[in-house]
Nanobody, 124 residues
Framework: VQLQASGGGPVQAGGSLRLSCAAS????????MGWFRQAPGQEREFVAT????????SYSDSVKGRFTISRDNAKNTAYLQMNSLKPEDTAVYYC??????????????????WGQGTEVTVSS
């Protein structure tokens, strides 16, 4: 499966962005989907994950209450709605897919497929 992340860009603090992760090659309903981010000089960080049906989500403490992960299996796309953005949210955001049976959760090592990343820059 190929993942294409999009929707990043520059935004002022307090603003919003919606990231999309479009999949091709296989239907994403067999995958849990996750979003991770990596700031310059830092390790890849878990942001959010959603299970195959969309019935279960999980967020890092740093984004809880501000970001919302969702998915549309019919459109083969996952989303990350980011509100109340802060300068510390600046990073390259990656979407990822993990076979549901693996229960990858917050561990990036459990994900099987990765998108190319989309850059988010939040200015103060």
């Amino acid at each position: 499966v190929q993942l294409q992340a999009s929707g990043g860009g520059p935004v002022q603090a307090g603003g919003s962005l919606r990231l999309s992760c479009a999949a091709s090659g296989r239907n994403i309903r067999i995958f849990d989907m996750g979003w991770f981010r990596q700031a310059p000089g830092q390790e890849r960080e878990f942001v959010a994950t959603i299970n195959w049906s969309g019935g279960s989500t999980s967020y890092s403490d740093s984004v809880k209450g501000r970001f919302t992960i969702s998915r549309d299996n019919a459109k083969n796309t996952a989303y990350l709605q980011m509100n109340s953005l802060k300068p510390e949210d600046t990073a390259v955001y990656y979407c990822a897919a993990a076979y549901t049976a693996k229960s990858a959760g917050v561990d990036y090592r459990g994900y099987d497929y990765w998108g190319q990343g989309t850059e988010v820059t939040v200015s103060s």
